[in-house]
């Protein structure tokens, strides 16, 4: 790895429901490297969101970030008041999200929405910020920018948005881009090209890159590691090819076994029976007991902790590595 | 534009057609006519008879409809035959439209000016002291009947304090317009307290629903000021559900008016359809029913074109 971009270190985000405590990331810790493209892989509710919005401090009520450290090029973002924040969000570090429709503001145009990310960091004159904003446009393969910039949210199909959203993350040229599983509204030709765009974007930029997904094909193809998570905590680290080559954690291999053909559509083929557990009522011992084949004895009682079996690699399983039982 | 417009104007004439005729209907089924009132203490048979035949009110009632109707469509509204016997309906409601209309205005302005900014206020400050203070004050405000407010003002600033401009009457701009607005800041209060509430409360709620939209939170994640969030993502799209209310509601403020008018002794239009209901005076309760429908129609319209200027998703078209 490269020059450290950031670092999280034991993150922990809770939501303080009226049902109880919700512990969506649960002491987690994670680095990434500038350049460095990092997977999040997990099922939905596992808390890929919550640490992505942990490290842009848009966590809101009733969630609080209760411990750890991010840092951010060497600096703690949790010591930053909400000012210098301000500063950061959009510019150093941005976030492109799911949903391209619910994600941009209806009532304004495009070119709006990405002058006045441009106006707050970088200033510019009314017509440089029109300017840069056509040219964003057609850097993310807008056609006819001019005329687009001009145009609402719902005049633009559900590419086009997405391209416009990542069009406005990457205004102010950020070191980290984070996409909270930005193709899952999308059919799959659209994902593909999204996904070679944000490639492009990455070398031209020198980005570092954060995908939230719950896909692992998508990873094998955009990222350089992977981390699974699961009920709030990583449960495997690795590099994409030693993933997929040799998976250690019981949850990872059914992620991997659930992996549609290449020509096939989205749809799971495989899934892991059972679901995720409610995060307010944590089971004993390891999270993925209930679903886990090889569940054992131990297990139920003990939780086991992340460790280190090779250079590059975490896994978090009593029986990391054992064969299916 | 030109066309929707159009196309609004065309729809509106079965609306007038139903209206015309329920108007007719519940005028002319009600019990009561108009002769009793006229010859008051003098019901001679034979008079009563000969004027039944001069007002046409001997013809068979489809027939009487299409005469209305017939003299409508030429711009005839009828005359008075109780109230002001002989007077056109079209210059008794000339006389009366400036007050009302004013009356209307000026509570709507006063309600807005107010509701608004507390609504903002309420929801940015959600489970706040300041919210909680709000949303008392607009239950409240929903609750007392704009008539009881009305008696009620004029008791606290007529009778007790004895005001000049708090015991009702109208003064007309002619007048000077400091008297005129003083004599009305009482009657807008009572008609517009309800309407202010109601405003208010719609207005925290579309907040509250827009303050948790995506899109905030992505205007928040690219850095940007929270003054300019509240402005341009979250105030302007609340306003566009709480517009459609405001319009939807100025029929309730005309409707309102009626009462306000006589609590407040009012010369305007709603107090000239009060007499006419009291007197039995048909054309002039026909015609000004019909004329606050065609109010109402006007005004949805002009409200609709709003909306189209407020939000982009009805002025222009779906994705290319
Ligand atoms: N605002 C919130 N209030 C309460 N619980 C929340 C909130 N946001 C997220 N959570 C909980 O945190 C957990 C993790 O959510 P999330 O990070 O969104 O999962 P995902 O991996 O699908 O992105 C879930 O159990 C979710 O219910
Ligand atoms: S620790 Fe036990 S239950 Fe948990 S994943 Fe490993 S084998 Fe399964
Ligand atoms: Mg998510």
Known sequence: MS????????????????????????GNSLQLGEQESLGVVGESGSGKTVTAL??????????RIEGGRILFRGEDLLRKTERQMRAIRGKDIAMVFQDSLSSLNPTLTIGEQICRVLKFHLGLSHRERWQRAVELLAQVGIPEPERRVKHYPHQFSGGMRQRALIAMAI????????????????????EAQIFELVEGLKQAFGMGTFLITHDLSVVATFCDRVVIMYAGKIVEEAPVTELYDRPLHPYTRGLLGSIPPLEGGKDRLDSIPGEVPDLINLPPGCNFSPRCQ??????????PPLEAPAPGRRVACWKAGEPDG | MGIYILKRLILAIPTLLVASVLIFSLVHLAPGGPIRVMLGDYQDPVLIERLRHQLGLDLPLYQQY????GNLLRGDLGFSITVHRGAPVAQLIAQRISVTLE???????????IAIPAGIISALRQ?????HIARLVALAGVSIPNFFLGILLILIFGVYLRQPWGAGGFVPISRGLGKNLAHLVLPAIAL?????????????SAMLDVMGQDYVRTARAMGIAEGNIVRRDIVKNALIPVVTVIGNSIGYLLGGSIVTETVFRMPGVGNLVINGIFRRDFPVIQAVVLFIVVLRIVINLVVDLTYGVLDPRIRYGAAE
């Open chain 1, 3 to 26: 020059e450290v971009l950031l670092s999280i270190e034991n993150l922990v985000t809770r939501f303080y429901t009226e049902l109880g405590v919700v512990r969506a990331v649960d």
């Open chain 1, 54 to 63: 942990s490290v842009m401090r848009l966590i809101e009520n009733p969630g």
């Open chain 1, 171 to 190: 205004s102010c040229s950020p070191q980290l881009l984070i996409l909270d599983e930005p193709t899952t509204a999308l059919d799959v030709t659209i």
């Open chain 1, 294 to 303: 090889q569940a054992g004895e131990r297990c139920w009682r003990e939780e």
């Open chain 2, 66 to 69: 299409l005469r209305w109707v």
């Open chain 2, 103 to 113: 009356l209307a205005t000026f509570s709507m302005v006063i309600a807005l000016l």
């Open chain 2, 127 to 131: 489970n706040r002291l300041s919210d």
């Open chain 2, 192 to 204: 517009g307290t309800a309407y202010a509430a109601i405003i208010m409360r719609m207005m925290r």
